[in-house]
């Protein structure tokens, strides 16, 4: 298979991570989808729309074996291949997808996804049946209240056995019907062992996202986009934050995510971001590997360096 030439940022990453003594990169937060969705969507991001504005370049528009070999050059050991539902009829089909996708994908978590409609608790048992382990919805580009009754046995499931839900409910790009802390803080109400992972680190809502991840012993976050020029020219970080993130981040609780393909600058500026905010190495060593290995229970399939400790506090 081969993979896209490495730019000179991107090129650095492998001796990055190594430096920090790890294994190599989890990032909880990629995208392949079926090729004609991919190419609607990236069609939406490149010309905006609605939410969007003016959008963004693709910067890893190529073929899905270019991209997957390209994660391998970068040392990208686990990722998942995350896909979403925005309308009834959408989700089974792109969980069969999904879940062939890793199949046949070295690397790649097996995920899925759910919309609330009729059938939608056996479609998700069954990908759990065929092996997820890891499941993504998206309330604003879906547009839907997570606390609808059709899916409250959907997230009980989960919650039951354990399964992580990257959930994308914070107000970007803009504030939607269903998004903001109170809707998904409704289910975890009902639900408070449920693992999610909130998308973006709840940006721009970061301080209630925050304590949501504080007072819910499974709730984390993950770093997509933040941190970046992108990023901060347009929601920046608070900086009076800074210790709670790094408090979450030593237990446990902050998790890399990257949103490739879809990011308009390389991979390797994430990592940069991450970096600068100067939390120190084991931050870096739970962000980028050690908590997705925890939550994922893919430690065992990787030798990690002597030397370097796990983070501890994860329930």
């Given at each position: 298979m081969q993979s896209m030439i490495l730019e000179p940022a991107d090129a650095e990453v492998p001796a990055w991570w190594r430096r920090l003594g790890l294994p190599g990169l989890a990032d909880v937060h990629v995208h392949f989808l079926p090729e004609r969705m991919e190419r609607r969507v990236w069609h939406h991001f490149e010309h905006g729309g609605p939410l969007m504005g003016a959008g963004w370049p693709i910067h890893y528009r190529a073929p899905a074996e270019e991209r997957v070999a390209l994660l391998g050059d970068l040392g990208v050991r686990a990722f998942p291949a995350l896909a979403y539902a925005h309308r009834p009829g959408m989700a089974a089909d792109l969980n069969a997808w999904t879940l062939d996708f890793a199949r046949r994908t070295p690397g790649c978590i097996p995920s899925a996804t759910f919309y609330p409609e009729p059938g939608v608790l056996d479609y998700v048992r069954d990908a759990l049946d065929r092996g997820a382990r890891i499941f993504k919805v998206h309330l604003q580009v879906g547009d839907f209240d997570p606390g609808l009754e059709e899916i409250d046995d959907v997230w009980g499931l989960l919650a039951d056995r354990g399964v992580p839900v990257v959930v994308h409910?914070?107000?970007?790009?803009?504030?939607?019907?269903?998004?903001?802390?109170?809707?998904?803080?409704?289910?975890?109400?009902?639900?408070?062992?449920?693992?999610?992972?909130?998308?973006?680190?709840?940006?721009?809502?970061?301080?209630?996202?925050?304590?949501?991840?504080?007072?819910?012993?499974?709730?984390?976050?993950?770093?997509?986009?933040?941190?970046?020029?992108?990023?901060?020219?347009?929601?920046?970080?608070?900086?009076?934050?800074?210790?709670?993130?790094?408090?979450?981040?030593?237990?446990?609780?902050?998790?890399?995510?990257?949103?490739?393909?879809?990011?308009?600058?390389?991979?390797?500026?994430?990592?940069?971001?991450?970096?600068?905010?100067?939390?120190?190495?084991?931050?870096?060593?739970?962000?980028?590997?050690?908590?997705?290995?925890?939550?994922?229970?893919?430690?065992?399939?990787?030798?990690?360096?002597?030397?370097?400790?796990?983070?501890?506090?994860?329930?």
């Open positions: 409910a914070s107000s970007i790009p803009l504030p939607g019907r269903c998004t903001g802390p109170a809707p998904i803080a409704g289910v975890l109400a009902r639900h408070p062992g449920l693992a999610v992972v909130v998308a973006h680190l709840g940006m721009p809502e970061y301080e209630e996202f925050f304590t949501m991840a504080e007072t819910f012993a499974n709730v984390r976050l993950d770093t997509t986009m933040t941190f970046t020029d992108f990023s901060e020219r347009r929601m920046p970080f608070p900086a009076h934050l800074r210790p709670r993130l790094r408090d979450l981040g030593l237990a446990g609780k902050v998790l890399l995510g990257s949103d490739f393909p879809t990011i308009p600058y390389p991979y390797a500026h994430q990592l940069h971001a991450l970096e600068r905010l100067d939390l120190g190495d084991d931050w870096l060593r739970a962000v980028c590997w050690d908590s997705a290995a925890t939550l994922l229970d893919f430690a065992s399939e990787y030798t990690r360096p002597a030397g370097h400790r796990r983070p501890g506090g994860l329930a």
